[in-house]
């Protein structure tokens, strides 16, 4: 016998053959609760299901379609999404998959170039054969539905308890054989929802799979993460101009993320501001962790610092990070930002076509066994870079550490990031890392970070 939420949502699947459907346009208005709506059925008729609001009782909808507003500017051309999903379908058809859910930021991202924000409901995007859908919240109203451009949309409501599953099985119905979801995303909980969604179905892994095929980029997406790149370049040269002795470190960030949100505006004037963050961390405590918090602490001279800037535009992700120091550089910290910087030049060179992920961080291991720091190192020498950001969208297949087999092809996008910690009351206390994005190529990789680095650079006086 089924008990806790299946027993609950089989009546609710039961019901599905009939949907109400809210349409907004200049049709015959229905007031419902604060909000105005016009009705438009599905051919199958409505479903009525009362509710109360403000203290009447009134049908309320499962299921909605809101067309508000027009249409936005799409980030990449109808041929590009076109060929991302030639692709997912490819892979459905060669693995008799006949239909997707989608519930990551990244794939949704990926596939229909809408970011959704969760604050604690589920999205999803829905592809078959023939038809391909997001699964939006109605606290979003006309949102989703105007970044849908290859895509139908369908909002569920607060209304009724799991209308999300309700539009997973609506739009999954047509789909007789295999269904696959991503794993990663899928809790214990939403998997036994799905499966009542999808009754008497397979359900398949789909999230690796899809991931081997982001990790190559495409030109339109190299070309957006070229711009991003430079406009990360922009995060740190106003990270220097404001970096000076008794500023917080949240001053600094904060100045520089109005500088690459600035240069966002100029170049994707039709983009949508999210995610764009920065850390400034200062002083041999808080540098030692790559992900520390920005806080308080206000700058001294000789302070070791390390520089983050991560723009984002469509949810697509770049990075700059920097070791500097303010007026003037101890001798231990000096000795050993050279070495990072020696590391970070070698794995530079060593990021080409057909070298494997692993052998990179063996080769550049053994120099900092060499100098007796290889215990030092705090993480993997690089990842992917893509639609992704602290949140969402890492690739695992493509990070450079010891036990990642993944071979690198042209159009793989990577960064190279060593850094090294020095635990306090050590000479040379706290962290270094510098951090440069590469496209690999036929013959090696370009460099697409313009920032400088190294004592050269970013000895910053005042």
Same mark, same amino acid.
């Given at each position: 016998?089924?008990?806790?939420?299946?027993?609950? !949502?089989?009546?609710?699947?039961?019901?599905?053959?009939?949907?109400?459907?809210?349409?907004?346009?200049?049709?015959?208005?229905?007031?419902?609760?604060?909000?105005?709506?016009?009705?438009?059925?599905?051919?199958?008729?409505?479903?009525?299901?009362?509710?109360?609001?403000?203290?009447?009782?009134?049908?309320?909808?499962?299921?909605?379609?809101?067309?508000?507003?027009?249409?936005?500017?799409?980030?990449?051309?109808?041929?590009?999404?076109?060929?991302?999903?030639?692709?997912?379908?490819?892979?459905?058809?060669?693995?008799?998959?006949? #239909?997707?859910?989608?519930?990551?930021?990244?794939?949704?991202?990926?596939?229909?170039?809408?970011? *959704? !924000?969760?604050?604690?409901?589920?999205?999803?995007?829905?592809?078959?054969?023939?038809?391909?859908?997001?699964?939006?919240?109605?606290?979003?109203?006309? &949102?989703?539905?105007?970044?849908? &451009?290859?895509?139908?949309?369908?909002? *569920?409501?607060?209304?009724?308890?799991?209308?999300?599953?309700?539009?997973?099985?609506?739009?999954?119905?047509?789909?007789?054989?295999?269904? +696959?979801?991503?794993?990663?995303?899928?809790?214990?909980?939403?998997?036994?929802?799905?499966?009542?969604?999808?009754?008497?179905?397979?359900?398949?892994?789909?999230?690796?799979?899809?991931?081997?095929?982001?990790?190559?980029?495409?030109?339109?997406?190299?070309?957006?993460?070229?711009?991003?790149?430079?406009?990360?370049?922009?995060?740190?040269? +106003?990270?220097?101009?404001?970096?000076?002795?008794?500023?917080?470190?949240?001053?600094?960030?904060?100045?520089?993320?109005?500088?690459?949100?600035?240069?966002?505006?100029?170049?994707?004037?039709?983009?949508?501001?999210?995610?764009?963050?920065?850390?400034?961390?200062?002083?041999?405590?808080?540098?030692?962790?790559? &992900?520390?918090?920005?806080?308080?602490?206000?700058?001294?001279?000789?302070?070791?610092?390390?520089?983050?800037?991560?723009?984002?535009?469509?949810?697509?992700?770049?990075?700059?990070?920097?070791?500097?120091?303010?007026?003037?550089?101890?001798?231990?910290?000096?000795?050993?930002?050279?070495?990072?910087?020696?590391?970070?030049?070698?794995?530079?060179?060593?990021?080409?076509? #057909?070298?494997?992920?692993?052998?990179?961080?063996?080769?550049?291991?053994?120099?900092?066994?060499?100098?007796?720091?290889?215990?030092?190192?705090?993480?993997? *020498?690089?990842?992917?870079?893509?639609?992704?950001?602290?949140?969402?969208?890492?690739?695992?297949?493509?990070?450079?550490?010891?036990?990642?087999?993944?071979? !690198?092809?042209?159009?793989?996008?990577?960064?190279?990031?060593?850094?090294?910690?020095?635990?306090?009351?050590?000479? #040379?206390?706290?962290?270094?890392?510098?951090?440069?994005?590469?496209?690999?190529?036929?013959?090696?990789?370009?460099?697409?970070?313009?920032?400088?680095?190294?004592?050269?650079?970013?000895?910053?006086?005042?």
């Amino acid at each position: 016998m089924a008990t806790g939420s299946g027993m609950m !949502l089989l009546p609710l699947f039961k019901a599905l053959g009939r949907v109400n459907s809210l349409h907004v346009g200049l049709r015959k208005f229905r007031r419902i609760g604060a909000y105005c709506f016009t009705t438009r059925q599905y051919s199958n008729g409505p479903q009525k299901l009362e509710s109360s609001v403000n203290g009447s009782t009134t049908a309320m909808a499962h299921l909605t379609k809101i067309e508000n507003g027009q249409k936005i500017e799409p980030t990449f051309s109808k041929q590009e999404m076109d060929n991302r999903l030639a692709t997912l379908r490819d892979y459905m058809q060669t693995n008799g998959v006949e #239909g997707v859910l989608f519930t990551s930021y990244h794939n949704i991202n990926y596939y229909s170039d809408f970011l *959704y !924000l969760s604050m604690g409901r589920p999205y999803g995007l829905a592809v078959t054969m023939d038809k391909v859908t997001t699964i939006s919240a109605l606290v979003d109203w006309g &949102h989703p539905w105007r970044r849908a &451009h290859i895509c139908d949309n369908v909002v *569920y409501t607060d209304w009724h308890k799991d209308n999300f599953w309700r539009a997973v099985a609506q739009e999954l119905a047509p789909s007789r054989g295999k269904v +696959a979801c991503e794993f990663d995303t899928m809790s214990i909980d939403n998997m036994n929802k799905f499966k009542l969604a999808v009754p008497d179905r397979d359900i398949v892994d789909i999230a690796e799979p899809i991931m081997m095929k982001r990790i190559k980029k495409s030109d339109e997406e190299i070309a957006l993460i070229k711009s991003i790149a430079a406009i990360s370049d922009v995060g740190g040269a +106003a990270i220097v101009e404001a970096m000076d002795e008794g500023v917080p470190e949240y001053v600094v960030r904060d100045y520089a993320i109005d500088k690459m949100n600035d240069e966002i505006a100029r170049k994707h004037p039709n983009s949508e501001f999210r995610d764009t963050w920065a850390w400034w961390q200062t002083g041999p405590v808080n540098t030692d962790g790559a &992900h520390n918090p920005v806080t308080t602490r206000r700058l001294q001279k000789g302070d070791i610092c390390i520089m983050n800037l991560f723009p984002i535009v469509s949810g697509y992700y770049a990075a700059l990070e920097r070791t500097a120091f303010l007026d003037h550089v101890p001798d231990e910290h000096l000795r050993l930002w050279n070495i990072n910087c020696e590391i970070h030049r070698k794995g530079i060179q060593l990021i080409k076509a #057909g070298v494997k992920c692993q052998d990179i961080a063996l080769e550049l291991n053994e120099i900092f066994a060499k100098y007796n720091l290889l215990e030092t190192r705090s993480f993997g *020498y690089g990842h992917s870079i893509g639609t992704l950001t602290h949140y969402y969208g890492r690739e695992a297949a493509l990070e450079l550490r010891e036990d990642v087999e993944t071979v !690198l092809e042209p159009n793989m996008c990577i960064t190279m990031e060593p850094m090294i910690v020095m635990p306090i009351g050590q000479p #040379g206390e706290g962290g270094y890392r510098e951090h440069n994005i590469h496209i690999v190529t036929e013959t090696g990789n370009e460099d697409i970070t313009g920032f400088p680095f190294g004592p050269e650079h970013l000895v910053v006086k005042k």
